[in-house]
């Protein structure tokens, strides 16, 4: 039953959960926000002020209180005091944020929601919902854009649609973040690190030039877990391993004042155990029921553990115990690996002082190799290998005006160009007695875009401005699949236009299956803002989000191959409050948000009798849903070197319609699914960190530590108890301490051992598989910053 919430009874349902106790801290704080300024007079200080927050959210560098949308922000030196591994370490900043690592393939799979609105899938054919971008490039996969945390200089996170300026694929919100620049001096850093399961980590940055117009930055990193997080079973060895090195040459070069060219390359290679999945099937799916492998309960896998699994590639039987003698064409889960190469330029060129010329063209190609278990357990009923390709390009050209009057703006193009392959062989051991199925699938698609944007700020008065923004986008996919599956019988009402190729699959059953599909779109924007003084001001925002169409990328049928679906897009109405208070003590800002949500794409799993594997997975337009919240974020300068951060995000999302068609062909059976709740959409998350810096002895010392709160929530898109989320609260900490140019750390993170799952999916009633986030983990490190 889906239990739809008001965003009080949202806020009611959250404050009994007893995981949430450290709400009470936020909300206290939150309140004193709104309190009149005269209660901190006491606390503020001429001495004391917090620092501007200046992003990039527009592409242009802008106060963060200056901005009529929402965006949460961490400068350097925050992300420094975190130790973080990645970015999902950093999110802890943005309200109604979830970010996790599908663990469906190498590399970092990301499943970036904000909102309630994100993607969780590692087939490339599915386009972001969130876009995740680097030193200004979006990355057009979820594969691979889970971002180490290295030489990061700044995190935001842009929530709502991001139409006009980031365009396609940012319907939920952008996620960006950005590398430091060369310096032109000499200096650097180096840090070396260890933590338990066997974990070492050495990073450096170097910086030298000539101090004035050339300057060059290298990068290094090697992180090595040696032990898994989990113990297997079945095996009795530990999974969860993984190697990565990269390095980076960034060279800066300012040939005059006005004239900036920056070329940017990162290598990165991943080589890591093939994903641990854990078996948590339960009774009415076939696993279960005809092979006995089944869960103990909706919260335990078949392993008896969440760190537990039992999957196995060595030595595997068919479930009727008939030794297949099979090695998985000689590969092995040790040989899963990631590779990403980046290249970039970049080109910033004030031509006076009202114009400026940005240009960044960039590629970014990844190659991947994995075996998987996706059933985990030891018998040998459906593994796959999925090595595959990725390749983009994109060029993006902007006019930025700005002369310092009423009137400022910045007009721009867009180039997008992608490819992907991907070869799977899917082995089945489930589907026919005593026999293993080897069933083999090549997807290609191509994928082309363009767009023509403006966005532009005028002073009406001194107090009020407007925001005008549009863009146009237009895309091109085409979709090619070889293979047996696709090359089945299509019903006798498949277009007459595709009479050829049934033809060619009578004759070839690898024959190439392809389509092409065109849309395009517009997608406005229209802000107002009123500063009610110097140090506070009120906006509304209506924004509007669009997510490219496509095709399936795990296809069943003619029929599946080369029908399309269409866009989605999101309509966005915001109200914001930004302010700050006691000399700059305490920034407060509050956001009001209802969203809806058009022709939403939903990835559904079927059973296929025609596929071989007994499911497809199907994208339709199946949906129409309101997303409704709040936001409070609060920044407190508490003391002489304390600094406390806050945020609460409520959440109300429900689907409007949601119909589907689980029938077989010339059998229709549409049901209402608008009952289940969206994926990812807790009803709240919280988030409060505390960062302490005093001087002690010769040197000055540092504590952090943060808490996230995430309420319940599904990850799959049929809401199954066994795939469902407690409340979750994560607590990192670290203590630093620096004397001269060198530091030593000690942290911890996960202190609470939360875990919840980063992925789940029931597999068509065949059986259902989840992931836990990691474990408790601490670790030690020493550092060394030198020069400029």
Sequence with gaps: MNTKHTILESFVKIMSVRRAV?????????????????????????????????????????????????VSALGQQEIEGQFATDMRDLIFVSPNTVLDDTNQGPGGVAAAFIRGIGVSEVEKNFDPAVGVVVDGVFLGTMSGSITRAIDLERVEVLRGPQGTLFGRNTIGGVIQLERSRPTMNFGGKVRAGFGDYETTVLDGVLNFGNGDTFGVKLTGSYRNQDEGFFDNVATGRDDGSSEY???????????????ELEWTSVIESSDEDSNVLLNVGQPGQLFCDAFGWCSPDTGTPVSGD???NSQSFDNVLLPDGTDPQFDHNGLSPDDTSFDADTHQLEVRWDINDAFRLDYIGASWKTEETVI??????????????????????????????????????????YLWDSEYEIRLVSWIGFAVPQTLLELPQTTNQD????????????????????????????????????????????PSTFPSEFQDVLAACATDPFAPISNSETWEELTPKLALRYALNDDSMVYGLYSVGYRAGGFNGRVDSIETAVTPYDPETVDNLELGYRSSWADNTVIFNAT????????????????????????????????????????????WLAAEGLRLRANLGLLDAEYDSFDVDIGTPGNPNIQDFSNLDIR?????????????????????ARFWTSLRYMGEHQVDFANKPELTNDPQTLVDVSFTYEWDQWYGSVFGRNLAGEDGYQIGFDVAGLWSYAAPRAPRTWGVEVGLRFGE
């Design 22 to 70: 450290g709400l009470a801290t936020c909300l206290t704080i939150a309140v004193g926000g709104l309190l009149p300024l005269s209660v901190y007079a006491q606390t503020g200080s001429a001495d004391l002020s917090l620092e501007e927050i200046v992003v990039t959210a527009r592409k242009r560098v802008e106060n963060l209180q200056d901005l009529a949308m929402s």
């Design 372 to 413: 998987s278990d996706w059933d985990g357990v030891p018998d040998l009923l459906f593994h796959t290998d999925r090595p595959a390709e990725y390749e983009q390009t994109s060029h993006e050209l902007r006019l930025t005006y700005d002369n310092g009057g009423r009137l400022r703006g910045t007009v721009g193009g």
């Design 592 to 635: 009001l948000f209802r969203m809806q949500y058009e022709d939403k794409q939903e990835e559904i799993q079927q059973p296929s009798p025609t596929s071989g594997t007994g499911q497809v997975t199907r994208v339709v337009n199946a949906s129409e849903a309101t997303i409704q919240g709040a936001e409070f974020e609060l920044t």
């Design 680 to 700: 990812r959409a807790p009803d709240a998350t919280f988030g409060l960190s505390a960062d302490y810096q005093w001087e002690w002895g010769p040197g000055s």
């Design 245 to 259: 090195v990269s390095g980076g040459l960034n060279l800066l070069w300012a040939p005059q004042d006005n004239l």
């Design 447 to 490: 994928s082309e875009s363009w767009a023509l944007f403006f966005e532009g700020d005028y002073d009406l008065t001194d107090r009020w401005t407007l925001t005008a923004g549009m863009r146009y986008t237009e895309d091109d996919k085409t979709s090619t699949q070889r293979g047996v599956v696709p090359c089945f019988q299509a």
């Design 306 to 308: 969440r760190f537990n």
